[in-house]
């Protein structure tokens, strides 16, 4: 089997974000949105909230909103997606059938039937960012793939496609020329040793 899921780089700051529960899960999935996107809009709906909840949403109070309420239909109007992790099966599949009804892609979080989409791995190095998807087969794995990608990934990553980026501006030609001289001198990053 192979995996065919597509990955996307997503602009979660300037789209509306709704978790549904706000217990351990809800953390954890608020946690890694907000370490690999501090910026995302996010609103947390739940009948209560985990207290290491309410302190990661206070660090980001710009961006994240913390709801005590049940959750309800009227929730999903204007977001674009969805996750919910609610410790009330019922509840959780109504998230999910509200949602395909609308088009809004949904995640019901650690199930993989009800997923459109699943959260990754992810390692940031500045500009540079590498997610990780075992195809739902094994998210300790990704854990753990992302903890090596972490160590190994160099530090000047960023610093390099930053150069890249500034010496791209300084060449003249058209956009044929431009492919190859960019080609050309990154060549060696690939070339084994
Ligand atoms: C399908 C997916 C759907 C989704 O949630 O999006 C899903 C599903 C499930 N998670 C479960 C449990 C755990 N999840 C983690 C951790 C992470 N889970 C994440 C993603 C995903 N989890 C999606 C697939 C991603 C892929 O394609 O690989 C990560 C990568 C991203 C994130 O959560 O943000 C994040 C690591 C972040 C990081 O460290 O970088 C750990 C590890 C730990 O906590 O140490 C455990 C405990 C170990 C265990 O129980 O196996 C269970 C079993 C529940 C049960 O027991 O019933 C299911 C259901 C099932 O596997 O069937
Ligand atoms: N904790 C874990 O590591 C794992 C949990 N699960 C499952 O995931 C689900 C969630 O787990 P936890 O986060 O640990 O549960 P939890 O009990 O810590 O959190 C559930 C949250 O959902 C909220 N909630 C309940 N009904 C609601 C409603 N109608 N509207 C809005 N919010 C509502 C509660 O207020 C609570 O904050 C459970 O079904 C659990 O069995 C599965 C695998 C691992």
């Given amino acids: 089997m192979k995996n065919e899921l597509y990955p996307i780089f997503v602009k979660v700051a300037e789209l509306n974000v709704l978790i549904v529960g706000g217990g351990n899960v809800g953390l954890e999935k608020s946690f890694f949105m907000l370490k690999s996107s501090p910026n995302a809009r996010i609103e947390i709906v739940s009948l209560d909230f985990h207290e290491d909840l309410i302190a990661l949403a206070k660090k980001h109070e710009k961006n994240v909103t913390l709801t005590q309420r049940a959750y309800g239909t009227d929730l999903l109007e204007k977001r674009h997606l ?22 809004t892609l949904v995640n019901i979080a650690d199930t ?20 990780i998807s075992t195809n739902g087969k094994s998210p300790t794995m990704a854990k753990r793939l992302r903890q090596l990608f972490e160590e ?25 020329y431009k492919v190859d001289q960019m080609n050309e001198i990154t060549k060696t990053f690939i070339e084994k040793k």
């Fill in 152 to 176: 190994v990934l160099p530090e000047d990553m960023d610093e390099v496609v930053q150069n890249l980026n500034e010496y791209r501006k300084t060449l003249k030609g058209d956009f044929e």
């Fill in 112 to 131: 993989p039937q009800y997923c459109d989409y699943y959260l990754g791995g992810i390692v940031t190095k500045g500009n540079v960012k590498v997610a």
């Fill in 82 to 103: 969805v996750i919910a992790c609610t410790d009330n099966i019922e509840v959780n599949k109504q998230v999910y059938y509200e949602c395909k009804e609308r088009f």
